[in-house]
Every structure is written in structure tokens, then in C-alpha cells.
């Protein structure tokens, strides 16, 4: 009986469909998976929390240091790269609420996010609830894959060093290269970033999407960050 109900799981997992976004260097990008999840728009689920971060460390609203009480992780204060690696929702609603919409704004049009006609009442919601997840923002794949390649190829400076510093996973580890940010809601699962190499020109951008059936996200994370890390090469670490 038990391993009727592992087999059911690892069938499920590895039958889900999804679609994969990836790019060395300057080179073109590459699509493997289903094509036809690149014509929709989901919701970006945690990946907003980069947007708010953005805004945050380039208006100086923030520092990768500045801590804030969270209860969703134990009831401590964390910094923004604990926050961000642990997805904390306390964490983010906060920091997007203390900047306020307009500096937020001009990051998410900056981003692509949406549109060049996206409203900040879409992803903006009365009282601050859901914005650490973009509200009711939509994107597409292509969407979040050029914000990781814009992440991946910014120039080295204050902001992008700050940036790095909050993105990288797992978020404790000095040697690690890997930038980026898992997210899921509202039936779409992502996990979009990229691996900073030694070599130059060989830095690789890796978007996976993957849909879900609301509420069972699970199997779908499982599916998202195995080819996320299989597409990069590395080995997948533990989870925390």
C-alpha cells in the first residue's frame, strides 16, 4: 500500500506539466517543456518579494541588514536575506507598506511586471493584503524570465551587490553562486534565477514555471526547484 502511494506521488510529480526559460551569458534563450504555459499570465506569488526588495535597497528605505519582527518566522527579528530565503510574508507586507506606492511603483514598471499600463491599484491592494505577493498582478513567463536576466547581467555597484546579497540561496552559504527566488500561489509555482560562474560569458538564467490545482502546491514546488537545479548543473541542497 505505501509504495502504491509513493509511486502515485513520483508519477504525479514527474508528469506535471511545466516549461523552462534559460540563458547563458549573452546567448539566446532556450524553451524546453510546454510552450503553451508561455501564452498565459499568473500570479508572481513570492517573486514580487524581489520587486520589494529592489525598491527598498535602491531608494534607501532599506538596508540587506535592516531587521523587523516577524512572526511567521518564530516570532524574531530577521534581515532581509532570511526573510527573502524564507519567504517571509510579515517580512515584505511590511517592508512595502513603509516605502509607500509610488517608490514601489517606479520599480515595478521598471521591472516589465504587467505592462507598461499596469496600475498600481492591481497589485496595490487596499490595506496592504496580498502585496507581498503582487496583489492581482499578472505576468507571463517571458515577464519574469527578463527581470532574472536583467538581475543576472546588472554591473557590479552597491545596488546589485545588495541584491545578490538577499538572493542568494541558500541564503547562509558563502559559497554559493546560485541567486534567485521560488514563489507559489494562487495555482502558479515558480523558480526563476540564475548561477553566477567564474567563467566569463557562462553566467545562466533559469526560469521554471509550473501550474498547479488549488491548493495542492506541493508537488509542483518539488517539480519547479528539480529543474530549476538540474537545468543549472548543480546539485539541489537540502531544504531548510
Request: proline content about 5%; cysteine-free.
Given at each position: 500500500m505505501l509504495l502504491a502511494i509513493w509511486l502515485l506521488s513520483f508519477f504525479d510529480l514527474w508528469?506535471?506539466?511545466?516549461?523552462?526559460?534559460?540563458?547563458?551569458?549573452?546567448?539566446?534563450?532556450?524553451?524546453?517543456?510546454?510552450?503553451?504555459?508561455?501564452?498565459?499570465?499568473?500570479?508572481?506569488?513570492?517573486?514580487?518579494?524581489?520587486?520589494?526588495?529592489?525598491?527598498?535597497?535602491?531608494s534607501g528605505g532599506a538596508t540587506p541588514e535592516t531587521l523587523h519582527f516577524c512572526a511567521d518566522r518564530g516570532g524574531k527579528e530577521v534581515g532581509m536575506a532570511e526573510a527573502m530565503y524564507f519567504s517571509s510574508n510579515d517580512y515584505f507586507r511590511w517592508l512595502g507598506l513603509s516605502l509607500g506606492r509610488e517608490k514601489l511603483a517606479a520599480v515595478v514598471r521598471e521591472s516589465g511586471f504587467g505592462g507598461k499600463n499596469l496600475k498600481p491599484e492591481t497589485w496595490s491592494l487596499e490595506g496592504g493584503e496580498g502585496l507581498e505577493r503582487g496583489g492581482n498582478l499578472k505576468v507571463s513567463v517571458e515577464e519574469m524570465h527578463s527581470l532574472t536576466l536583467r538581475l543576472m547581467r546588472q554591473k557590479p555597484g552597491k545596488l546589485s551587490d545588495d541584491l545578490r546579497s538577499v538572493l542568494k540561496r541558500p541564503w547562509k552559504d558563502p559559497e554559493s553562486r546560485v541567486f534567485g527566488k521560488s514563489g507559489a500561489w494562487g495555482g502558479a509555482v515558480w523558480m526563476t534565477g540564475f548561477f553566477e560562474s567564474n567563467h566569463v560569458g557562462k553566467n545562466r538564467a533559469v526560469t521554471v514555471f509550473v501550474p498547479y490545482a488549488v491548493p495542492d502546491w506541493k508537488p509542483a514546488r518539488e517539480k519547479a526547484l528539480n529543474e530549476f537545479y538540474r537545468c543549472l548543473e548543480l546539485p539541489r541542497p537540502p531544504d531548510p
Open positions: 508528469s506535471q506539466s511545466f516549461v523552462v526559460m534559460q540563458t547563458e551569458g549573452e546567448g539566446k534563450t532556450s524553451v524546453s517543456g510546454d510552450r503553451v504555459l508561455l501564452t498565459g499570465s499568473y500570479p508572481p506569488a513570492s517573486t514580487f518579494k524581489i520587486l520589494i526588495a529592489w525598491a527598498a535597497l535602491k
